[in-house]
C-alpha cells in the first residue's frame, strides 16, 4: 500500500464525497476547508465567504489502486471547471475549483492535466481552476461527514447530488469500489 493525499475543491463537498468515496483505491473522502486565512474556520464561517477558504475533500488513496491522475479525471469530469467562484447554485469564492498539489509530481499533473483539457476544447470556455499548493486542512464539522448517505432524502440531495452521482456512476463504473 502506498498511501498518499490528493486536495480537491470542486463545489460542495456534499457533492464532492459522495462521488469520490466510491472510487477503488480510495481509503478515505474528508469535506474540510482550505486556501484561506482563517484557522479553524466553521462551516458557517466559511459559507459567508469572508475566510478565504474553499469547501475541499482531502482524500487519502492507495497510489498502487488509483492514481492522481485518474483523480483528477474524476474531478474535471464532475464540475464545470469553467466557472469562477460557482457551481450550479452555490456561489462564493468558498465553492471555486482548486487543486491543492501536495508534492512537485501532483503539480506537474494538474498542470498537464488542465493544459490538455484547455487545448482540446472541450469546453466552450477557458477553465479557471486554480492549481496551488497545499498548506493546511481543516476538517469539517462531523455532521458533514457521509452527508449524501445520511441525508439523501432531503431536497438538495435529491436534486443536487443525486443526478451528479448517477452520472459519474456511468462514466466511472469500471472504477467503482
Known amino acids: 500500500m502506498e498511501i498518499q493525499k490528493a486536495t480537491l475543491g470542486n463545489g460542495c463537498f ?14 478515505s473522502a474528508k469535506s474540510g476547508y482550505s486556501g484561506g486565512h482563517v484557522k479553524n474556520p466553521s462551516y458557517k464561517a466559511v459559507c459567508y465567504g469572508d475566510t478565504g477558504h474553499a469547501e475541499v475533500l482531502q482524500i487519502e488513496f ?3 489502486l488509483i492514481l492522481f491522475e485518474e ?21 462564493g469564492t468558498q465553492y471555486r475549483s482548486v487543486i491543492f498539489y501536495h508534492t512537485e509530481e501532483q ?11 484547455d ?10 481552476t ?24 432531503e431536497p438538495y440531495c ?9 452520472k459519474f456512476k456511468k462514466e466511472f463504473r469500471d472504477k467503482i469500489s
Do not use: M
Request: hydrophobic share 35%; with cysteine; net charge negative.
Open 14 to 27: 456534499w457533492c464532492t464525497e459522495a462521488i469520490f468515496q466510491q472510487l477503488k483505491g480510495v481509503i
Open 71 to 91: 483523480l483528477l479525471e474524476v474531478f474535471w469530469k464532475t464540475h464545470d471547471p469553467t466557472t469562477l467562484n460557482k457551481q450550479g447554485n452555490d456561489q
Open 62 to 64: 492507495d497510489s498502487k
Open 107 to 117: 503539480r506537474i499533473s494538474a498542470v498537464e492535466s488542465k493544459f490538455q483539457l
Open 119 to 128: 487545448s482540446n476544447g472541450i469546453w466552450k470556455n477557458q477553465i479557471v
Open 158 to 166: 435529491s436534486f443536487v447530488i443525486a443526478p451528479k452521482v448517477e
Open 130 to 153: 486554480e492549481i496551488t499548493p497545499f498548506d493546511i486542512f481543516y476538517p469539517s464539522e462531523d455532521d458533514h461527514d457521509n452527508y449524501f448517505d445520511a441525508h439523501g432524502h
